[in-house]
């Protein structure tokens, strides 16, 4: 019997896509030759050449510290930084970006510190110079180091001429914009309260410091009063609560609620309260509503009732005498009552010792009251050798120290005035965030720029002109009219646009609150604060010729330009330098980030800018720091804002939402990210993520990322294969089109305002969802799935085919403009795949997109059939997980309503027939073997159908 013929095989017959654009990626290969070309092209230069003469939009890069390798916090802040700038140029802006380092500051003096303790160096052995010139060294070899590690994300800036604070011309700057303070009298030295590390020895910034839980030693103390307008309180013993016990041989009052209640009551303690009696009975003053906790932390034999019940206000002029009050001097003066607003009966016993040193509540009822600070406590954390109590020890915030059987609770207990102690207390306690150390409130000599007078005289007037005590401020009619700094800088948050909107009430409760700005930094690496101070009137000069001859030094030597230059030099002829001390501190680093604006966007050495900004970005945490420093600079300077808007972003947690920690091994490395997946996954998740919020990140949330990039990845080879061969001769135009094809350009019109709202709100995980939504739902599950027949099988010139063609080239140019700035090396990739000679896609504009597309009529019809096929196809399901048919394309459907070929094609079905409800039924027509669409005309398996014919025939 002779063998069945062999079907004809038609497979060459169908026009299959066809590309060289791969499925698999290899993005950690592919992307540093891309990133090669970008350099040899001069890609950023070509864009600026591209965009010359348009509208500008300005993103001021808020500097990270030149300090370490690249971390995911870097890495999302400045793909965020890329995505606006490139979203846009895309919109056909000139959006310029120039990348910054900050420079100066502990941090790296730390670092280089680190360094020569391990080579057993004494810093305070080197030539200031030396050590100068080695933390300089030590910041441009991270500035390089993380310029390329940037880089390597397919950020697009100006990386030959980044902005670097240590650049001479930028410390001439800062210098500069420091002068404008004291020219202008928003200068003055004083001694306050400020943060302070004794392990780095100066002052701290509150964008310095981080809150940290710690376990402290909790202590009642009693004070003995001694005079009052009240009999009955003399003797009595006025009860204070504090986790501070180092602060209490500075004590220098004792602050009431005036609105408090209090009860003087008789009691008997319980242990040894009194050195030399036990069960010793006496009188105690607390708040009423806190007399319940203070028994029990101090147990009592016995308790009378209340002798007594007073108002808080009753206790002026009440006077108490120090527990340490036998030692003298000092101690032996009278410890006023005095009334605070800020006394609560949170905790405690509703009175507050007060230590004007050591807390700015503190210092300014002392103050007011005529109780300056005493300076007992050294820089290192030591009590003065000549204190008169406790002298020359420490540390004071050693808990040993403050310990319950530590000397101060030992001298207090002996004193007879310690009533309790204990070593439970948890509460938050602030620490510096880089040495993670401990920090103190410290009253020390600090230079301040006021919030809230609108002029400072400046005489120092302070002790023989030291500067330990605040000046005395004026206010002169014409900056008054001009406003506060803090009144300045008030008005300018309402003028800014914040993203999200949270921003503004962050950043306005802070500066609502804030005290004055310390400005001033007890380290060596740093632009200088450059002032004269009259030895004699403790004035600092103000004058414009020295202060132009202080800036020109700074700008041909950098900060030691005024530390080498000679004072005579400086000063000129007409002045006596030996009248006058040059100050050593250096600026807080915040002054100099706060400064950059006026460098970068000012100074002419990047013509492309401008000021103001047009938006700064920069994670959450810079409402204290970048952004509010820049804030007060450039009001204090200027009267506005340096940016029309902020835009900022939460932190990258790991994947369990814990906060990232190397000792927890959680971190998240970008840069083996980047050697796994590619830069592009680690852009898609950076814009996918609601970053305005804290946000995740761990293997299977980017195994989620990669696997939504190959969506992406295959829409672009799906659009290259089937486009394979397209010329400008195929094209149709929209109104020739069947209705799927119309429908799909409204879509894209419809898509197209829905990416423009979304990159003027900055909402850029809309606009990732909104391009994977299209991409996946609209084109991949629908529009392709639907016409993969038209493109595989009619004719090259059958005109669904060319329409259909035509929308996919219109698809095209939308995506991969569109998709550009979120997969810039595979954007790239894909245009370049398809026109290898047009150059680069970033240099490219926003697709043209027609809005008479739009037609709500047709949409609305489509959304109908869009419903009905998903209707039909989960109908069809069962059948296939049976294996009861193979594909759709062996089913035969009824449903309610209309039915025909149209429909056949949309559902991908054999038949469509009218019926009571939607059914599923095997075919029995035949299947056609090139197409194999089961149709009528088929005479038997495998033979082609009317119009298969009709093509291979041809």
């Not at 009431?256 to 209640?261: A, N, T």
Request: with cysteine.
């Amino acid at each position: 019997m002779a063998d069945a013929p062999t079907p004809p095989d038609y497979r060459d017959t169908v026009f299959l896509p066809k590309t060289d654009f791969p499925m698999k990626a290899g993005l950690p290969q592919k992307e540093p030759a891309i990133l090669a070309r970008w350099q040899e092209i001069g890609l950023y230069q070509r864009l600026r050449e591209a965009r010359a003469g348009r509208e500008k939009f300005i993103l001021h890069d808020g500097p990270p510290y030149a300090n370490g390798d690249m971390h995911i916090g870097h890495a999302l802040n400045h793909i965020l930084k890329d995505m606006v700038c490139r979203t846009q140029s895309l919109l056909g802006k000139d959006a310029p970006y120039v990348p910054g380092w900050d420079c100066h500051g502990l941090p790296i003096e730390w670092k280089v510190e680190e360094q020569y303790r391990a080579k057993k160096r004494n810093k305070d052995e080197v030539p200031a110079a030396e050590f100068r010139a080695e933390c300089r060294a030590y910041a441009q070899h991270w500035v390089d180091t993380q310029r390329e590690q940037l880089k390597r994300l397919g950020i697009l800036g100006d990386w030959d001429r980044p902005y670097l604070t240590m650049d001479f011309e930028a410390e001439a700057t800062i210098v500069r914009e420091l002068l404008k303070f004291a020219e202008s009298g928003q200068l003055y030295r004083g001694a306050k309260p400020v943060m302070w590390s004794p392990v780095e020895k100066t002052a701290l910034a509150e964008a310095e410091v981080e809150y940290e839980d710690i376990t402290s030693t909790q202590i009642d103390v009693a004070f003995e009063i001694v005079e009052s307008p009240i009999p009955e309180l003399v003797g009595a013993h006025a009860v204070i609560w504090t986790t501070t016990p180092w602060t209490i041989p500075v004590n220098q009052a004792i602050a009431y609620g005036p609105e408090v209640e209090y009860l003087l009551f008789e009691a008997c303690t319980q242990e040894r309260y009194h050195d030399k009696l036990s069960g010793f009975r006496t009188f105690f003053l607390v708040a009423a509503n806190l007399l319940k906790d203070f028994l029990a932390r101090v147990p009592m034999a016995s308790v009378e009732p209340p002798k007594r019940t007073l108002k808080g206000s009753e206790l002026a002029g009440t006077i108490a005498r120090h527990p340490m009050h036998h030692l003298g001097g000092f101690f032996a003066k009278p410890r006023p009552f005095l009334p605070g607003d800020f006394v609560t009966t949170d905790q405690g016993t509703g009175l507050v010792h007060m230590a004007p040193d050591h807390g700015e509540d503190d210092f300014e009822l002392c103050k007011a009251n005529g109780l300056e600070p005493v300076f007992a406590v050294t820089g290192e954390g030591k009590y003065r050798e000549d204190w008169g109590w406790l002298g020359g020890q420490g540390s004071v915030i050693n808990p040993k120290f403050n310990a319950p059987d530590g000397p101060i609770c030992s001298d207090l207990r002996e004193a007879s005035a310690l009533l309790a102690a204990s070593a439970d207390y948890r509460h938050s306690y602030p620490h510096s965030w880089r040495s993670k150390a401990k920090v103190i409130f410290r009253a020390t000599p600090q230079w301040f720029i006021p919030m809230d007078q609108a002029r400072f005289s400046t005489s120092l007037e302070a002790n023989g002109g030291d500067g330990s005590a605040p000046q005395t401020p004026f206010v002169s009619s014409e900056v008054e009219k001009r406003g506060t700094l803090r009144a300045k800088a008030l008005a300018a948050i309402e003028a800014t646009r914040f993203v999200p909107e949270k921003g503004r009430n962050r950043i306005r409760s802070m500066v609502e609150g804030r005290p004055d700005w310390v400005i001033s930094r007890q380290r060596a690496w740093g632009v200088p604060i450059t002032l004269f101070v009259d030895r004699k009137t403790g004035q600092y000069l103000n004058d414009p010729q020295v202060n132009a001859r202080i800036v020109a030094a700074v700008r041909a030597k950098g900060v030691d330009g005024w530390f080498d230059t000679p004072a005579a030099e400086l000063l000129g002829p007409d002045r006596n330098a030996d009248d006058y001390g040059r100050v050593t501190d250096i600026l807080d680093v915040w002054f100099d980030s706060g400064s950059t604006h006026a460098f970068v966007l000012e100074s002419g050495r990047w013509p492309e800018l401008r000021w103001p900004a047009d938006l700064y970005l920069e994670g959450s945490d810079q409402h204290r720091g970048w952004f509010q420093s820049s804030l007060l600079e450039s009001c204090g300077t200027r009267g506005r804002a340096p940016y029309d808007a902020v835009l900022t972003h939460g932190f990258t947690m790991a994947s369990d939402g814990r906060k990232m920690s190397k000792s927890l091994g959680n971190t998240v490395d970008p840069l083996k990210l980047m050697t796994e997946y590619g830069a592009d996954i680690l852009r898609l998740w950076a814009l996918s993520v609601d970053f305005t919020e804290d946000h995740r990140i761990g293997k299977e949330i980017l195994a989620g990322t990669a696997d939504a990039y190959r969506k992406l990845r295959n829409t672009f080879r799906y659009l290259l294969g089937a486009l394979e061969g397209f010329d400008e001769a195929e094209r149709v135009p929209a109104s020739e089109m069947p209705e799927l094809e119309r429908y799909v350009l409204h879509l894209l019109a419809e898509l197209d305002a829905q990416l423009k709202q979304a990159v003027g709100d900055y909402d850029f995980n809309s606009y990732v969802r909104l391009l994977s939504d299209f991409a996946n739902n609209d084109l991949s599950a629908f529009f392709f799935d639907i016409r993969k027949d038209s493109l595989y099988c009619d004719a090259p010139d059958a005109p669904k085919r060319r329409a259909y063609r035509t929308v996919l080239d219109t698809l095209f140019h939308a995506l991969v403009r569109w998709l550009a700035p979120v997969l810039t090396f595979t954007s790239e990739e894909a245009w370049t795949t398809r026109s290898p000679d047009a150059g680069s896609v970033h240099l490219l504009t926003w697709p043209e997109v027609d809005a008479g597309w739009r037609d709500e009529a047709l949409a609305a019809r489509w959304a109908e059939l869009r419903a009905l096929r998903g209707h039909v196809t989960e109908a069809i399901e069962p059948y296939r997980r049976d294996k009861l048919i193979r594909s759709s394309l062996e089913a035969e459907v009824t449903l309610p309503g209309s039915a025909g070929p149209e429909l056949e094609e949309l559902f991908i079905v054999a038949k469509v027939s009218p019926g009571d409800e939607i059914a599923v039924t095997r075919t029995e027509r035949l299947k056609c073997g090139r197409c194999w669409r089961h149709l009528p005309e088929v005479v038997e398996d495998g033979a082609l159908c009317g119009r298969c014919t009709e093509v291979v025939g041809g």
